[in-house]
């Protein structure tokens, strides 16, 4: 009923940037919050950075300052800018998002398939 497709991972010099991007389709009514969330091998997945419908964000603390995440509310999209990455930025990203499909009166949680961050010289 929902799909959530991501694009934009890749390899980056430490210190560039890149721009992610999910788009959220399908049945859907509602939008509550998006977000990202990355897994770096042998690591539990991690917050990295949220925002709700009514724009409020929520950064996890080693990305403060340097990743910005922001959405299309027309397009379902939610974008997430990293610049000045880091090799520990490394990980595979996760778009997420929690909505209301037609016809529920629930909210569920989402996920894209991933997309790959490769931070190295």
């Known amino acids: 009923q929902v799909q959530l497709v991501e694009s934009g991972g890749g390899l980056v010099q430490p210190g560039g940037s890149l721009r992610l991007s999910c788009a959220a389709s399908?049945?859907?009514?509602?939008?509550?919050?998006m977000g990202w969330y990355r897994q770096a091998p042998g690591k539990q997945r991690e917050l990295v950075a949220t925002i709700t419908s009514g724009a409020s964000t929520n950064y996890a603390d080693s990305v403060k300052g340097r990743f910005t995440i922001s959405r299309d509310l027309g397009k379902n999209t939610v974008y997430l800018q990293m610049n000045s990455l880091k090799p520990e930025d490394t990980a595979v990203y996760y778009c997420?998002?929690?909505?209301?499909?037609?016809?529920?009166?629930?909210?569920?949680?989402?996920w894209g398939q991933g997309t790959q961050v490769t931070v190295s010289s």
């Open positions: 399908g049945r859907i009514f509602s939008i509550d919050a």
């Open positions: 997420n998002a929690v909505l209301r499909v037609v016809l529920s009166t629930k909210t569920n949680a989402y």
